[in-house]
């Protein structure tokens, strides 16, 4: 070969060589800064899950249900397959509670008197047909479908649907089995801890006024109820207010602050079902 083919080919590869590890390292630098932080409690808490993924909690697998106990989204004893709840208790540094009975929990006070529909729904009375068509009749697209479905899957007969289209949790009846968690489309239901009285009514994480124009009760996450917890267990990610309940001591301070009257304590249960 030639000296001034050797030449070339040499050069070549130097520019291959200097452009490769200028590629390699804008990468490295991308990688890192668009690198989206994660908590390192979901996969301390995920490896201490049974690893089922039977969406028995109400969330999709145990990622996702460690992903919402780290986010104050879901109790410690959210998943109802683990016996001792005690080691995620710990990564939450919060008390064990493993005894502590669960009960199921329906999040949206919005029923028919709050929250309009956006059409007549005339199809099978089924929360998930409804759902797959056109993502359901109402206005919300957080909110309970009204159907029913949660009701007609509990074989402990804990659940009724109320005057307002809302289902209404018999709590001393439940059984914490977690069927009707499983059957809603909207998973707006949740096993939480029996003496833990607070909950928060809605599951929309839409913006204030987004939240108005479809539920007269809806979070507006104007974090009232933060500010006035007196321990911190209230608070607002996503534009939705969520209760610890491992620091929530029923004091209901902020069922009387919300101004939408989106939190129900055991006292105003009435008005929440409707
Ligand atoms: S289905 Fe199970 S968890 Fe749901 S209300 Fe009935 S007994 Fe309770
Ligand atoms: S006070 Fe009511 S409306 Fe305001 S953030 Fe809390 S739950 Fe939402």
Redesign the pocket.
Known sequence: MEAGSMSIILHGVAVLLVLGAAFGLGLAIASRKLAVESDPRIDEIEALLPGANCGGCGYPGCRGMAEAIVAGAAPVTGCPVLKDHSPIAAVMGVESTATERL??RVRCGGGRKEAPQRFIYFGVEDCAAAQSLGGGAKACTYGCLGLGS?VK????G??KMSDNALPV?DEE?????????KACPRQI?T?WPYDKKVTVLCMNKDKGAEVRAVCKVGCIACRLCTKNCPTGAIPVEDNLARITPELCTNCEICVEKCPMKTIKGAKKQERAVG
Do not use: D, Q, S, Y
């Open positions: 009960i199921a949660c899957v509990c074989p402990f804990a659940m949790v009846k439940c059984t914490g089995c977690g069927l009707c968690v239901i096993l």
